[in-house]
């Protein structure tokens, strides 16, 4: 069994930052890539950004510049800083991991989500 614990969110001035964090812990895996997604209150779930294990990163277009995904394999942890924050990154950010978790077979897992909130 395989769980992601994320960690970090919390209310924010427009212009602040915040740091998310996402640890994947349980039995042996491996683990592919790892990312964080949003959901807006109405809206569908959205990609933030990725990375993978080796080490290419993608952003959604309204994320590049200002938020910096990052990765310690060795903690199997994935970190989100967000800087220069707008009142619509407000959302609830989901962690994400493409792993297998030895013996079965590989497949996605979420985290619970951590909410997000930017005042203006």
Do not use: H
């Not at 989100?80 to 950010?93: G, I």
């Amino acid at each position: 069994q395989v769980q992601l614990v994320e960690s970090g969110g919390g209310l924010v001035q427009a212009g602040g930052s915040l740091r998310l964090s996402c640890a994947a812990s349980g039995s042996r895996f491996i683990i592919y890539a790892m990312g964080w997604y949003r959901q807006a209150p109405g809206k569908q779930r959205e990609l933030v950004a990725t990375t993978t294990s080796g080490g290419n990163t993608s952003y959604a277009d309204s994320v590049k510049g200002r938020f910096t995904i990052s990765r310690d394999n060795a903690k199997n942890t994935v970190y989100l800083q967000m800087n220069s924050l707008k009142p619509e990154d407000t959302a609830v950010y989901y962690c994400n991991a493409d792993l297998a978790a030895i013996p079965t077979t590989r497949r996605n897992y979420w985290g619970q989500g951590t909410r997000v909130t930017v005042s203006s």
